[in-house]
C-alpha cells in the first residue's frame, strides 16, 4: 500500500488547490470549536412551547439535520423535521421550532423559507457564518449561533452538526452527554491520523478510493443510525469525488430498487455497493439486507461491507461518515480532480441570479 499512498500524495501536491484534505483532517478541531460555541449559544436559547423541531437547509447545511435526527432517533421527544426547499409546509408552522441552518447566510433557499415564516412569528434560530441570514435574525431578534465561515458547507459539517445538537438538547426533548462528545472527539482523532496518507498501518479510506476507481458508487445502510451517513457518502463523492452517486436503505429498498438488480441491466457491473452496517440495525432488516446481497453481489462491480465501528452512537455515527469523507477526496485525486470547486453548482447559481 505504500506505493499507492504516494502516488495519493503525488496527487494531492498537484490537484487538492483548496486543500480539501486538510479540512477534512481536521474534524477533531472543527468539532472542539463547534462543540463551545454550540454549548455557548444554546445557554440563551428559549424554550418555548412546540411539539417538532424543522431544520431549514439545503446541502451542506442540511446535512447536520440528517446526522442529528439519526443520532438522537430513539431519544427524541418530539420529530425533527429537515425542510429542504423554499417554503415550509403549513402543518409545520403552527407548533414547530424553527432552526435556519445556512453555512453561507446567503442560500437562496434557506432566506426564502425565513422570509416565508416572517410573519407567523414562528419562534427560530439560525447557525450560519454571517450573510443575510445572519442579518434578517439580528433584526427580528432572533438569536443566531455564528460559526467561521471561508470553508466549502460540505467540510464544515461539525459545525451544522454541533450547534443543532446543543440546541436541541437544550430545548429539553433529548440528551447529550459529555462522555459521548469526548469519545467521539478521541476515535476521531485517531481515526483521523490513520486515514492520513502520512499515516501508518491500514488506511481503509485509500483502499476503498482505489477500488472505486471507475465505478458508480450505490451506498446502502438499513434505516437507523447510518441511513443519513449513507447520504453524505453519496453527496460527497458528488460533490468531491465528481461522479454520480446513489444511496437507499433496506428494508425500503427491497420493495421496488431490489427489482432493477438484472442479468440484464444496463452495466450493473460498473456499480460498486458500499454496505455500511451498524450492531445496532434491525434484526430483520439485517437480514434482509443479507438476502438482498445474494441478488445483488453476482451483478455488481465489488461489494465492500463497512462494519465493525466501535463505541457508542455518537461515535459510530461520526466515525462512518468520516471514513466516507477521506474516501471521496482520494477518489477525486484518483480522478484527476480538485475536491474542492462544484462548478455545475456555481454555473446554475449564476444562471438563477441572471433570470432574476
Not at 459539517?157 to 436541541?168: K, V
Not at 462512518?320 to 474516501?327: A, K, P, R, S, V
Request: glycine share 10%; hydrophobic share 40%; charged share 20%.
Amino acid at each position: 500500500m505504500d506505493g499507492a499512498l504516494e502516488r495519493l500524495e503525488d496527487l494531492r501536491e498537484s490537484l487538492d488547490k483548496g486543500h480539501m484534505l486538510r479540512l477534512v483532517s481536521s474534524f477533531p478541531e472543527h468539532m472542539d470549536d463547534a462543540w463551545q460555541r454550540g454549548r455557548d449559544f444554546a445557554r440563551a436559547v428559549k424554550s418555548p412551547s412546540f411539539s417538532r423541531i424543522v431544520v431549514c437547509g439545503i446541502g451542506g447545511s442540511a446535512i447536520g439535520g440528517d446526522l442529528v435526527r439519526s443520532f438522537l432517533r430513539e431519544r427524541l421527544k418530539v420529530p425533527v423535521h429537515v425542510n429542504r426547499g423554499y417554503d415550509v409546509p403549513p402543518s409545520l408552522v403552527g407548533d414547530g421550532f424553527f432552526v435556519f441552518s445556512s453555512y453561507s447566510g446567503n442560500t437562496g433557499e434557506t432566506l426564502a423559507a425565513y422570509r416565508s415564516l416572517r410573519q407567523a412569528g414562528a419562534p427560530c434560530v439560525a447557525i450560519t457564518s454571517g450573510g443575510e441570514l445572519a442579518d434578517l435574525c439580528k433584526a427580528d431578534n432572533n438569536a443566531v449561533c455564528e460559526v467561521p465561515g471561508g470553508m466549502p458547507p460540505r467540510a464544515a459539517i461539525a459545525y451544522s452538526f454541533f450547534p443543532l445538537l446543543q440546541t436541541i438538547a437544550a430545548l429539553g426533548v433529548a440528551t447529550v452527554g459529555e462522555d459521548e462528545a469526548q469519545e467521539a472527539r478521541d476515535t476521531l482523532a485517531t481515526l483521523c491520523q490513520r486515514y492520513k496518507l502520512q499515516g501508518t498501518g491500514e488506511n481503509l479510506a485509500a483502499e476503498l478510493a482505489y477500488r472505486l476507481q471507475t465505478k458508480f458508487p450505490f451506498v446502502y445502510s438499513c434505516t437507523g443510525l447510518l441511513d443519513a451517513v449513507a447520504r453524505r457518502w453519496s453527496t460527497q463523492f458528488n460533490e468531491n469525488s465528481k461522479v454520480l452517486a446513489h444511496f437507499g436503505a433496506f428494508p425500503e429498498l427491497n420493495h421496488n430498487e431490489i427489482v432493477g438488480w438484472r442479468t440484464d441491466g444496463l452495466s450493473s457491473n460498473d456499480i460498486f455497493v458500499l454496505s455500511l452496517e451498524d450492531r445496532e440495525d434491525h434484526a430483520l432488516s439485517r437480514k434482509q439486507a443479507r438476502i438482498a446481497m445474494e441478488i445483488v453481489e453476482p451483478l455488481c462491480g465489488g461489494v465492500v461491507h463497512v462494519s465493525g465501528m466501535e463505541g457508542g452512537r455518537l461515535t459510530r455515527l461520526l466515525s462512518t461518515m468520516i471514513l466516507g469523507d477521506f474516501t471521496s477526496v482520494y477518489l477525486a485525486y484518483l480522478n484527476g480532480v480538485d475536491p474542492t470547486p462544484v462548478e455545475n453548482i456555481d454555473f446554475l447559481k449564476q444562471r438563477l441570479r441572471e433570470s432574476t
